[in-house]
């Protein structure tokens, strides 16, 4: 009993060499903007990358919420039930029919009353459900290089 507590009080207590977890999600909020950059990396394995900085700031942490998750129906799951509506002849005939329409672009091939039928058909068999949902991290972080490769700035 006594290492468990030991154990819980290291993972609340992190060694000052590891990042808390506030601090791990900053440096997660400043990785968004990496990507307004990605294309000026040149390809390839086993870039170095040495650099001390320091990071300040303020974080936001939003609330939790539960929000509506709707779940539409796979193109499989939807098919498949139409189908089963049909004997082989006929279901062969159909499927038949639709890959031919479908190869002259579906959409404009077909009649608007029966685009209409076909989504209120996918917002009918849409289930609905909840989704809990973390609140979002944001902030407002200042970075100052301090080192790289070991030598300050």
Sequence with gaps: MAKQKDNRRQRLLPDARELTPLERHALKVL??????????????????VDVTVRVSGALGVGIAQTVPKPEKPSAVALAGVL???FGPRVRQRVIDAAAATYAKEAEAALEEQVTDDAERLVELCTRRGQQHQRGPVTGLLAVEVVARGGEPV
């Design 31 to 48: 990785g968004k903007k990496a990507d307004a950059c990605r294309d000026e990396l040149a390809s390839g394995d086993g870039q170095g």
């Design 83 to 85: 189908l089963a509506h």
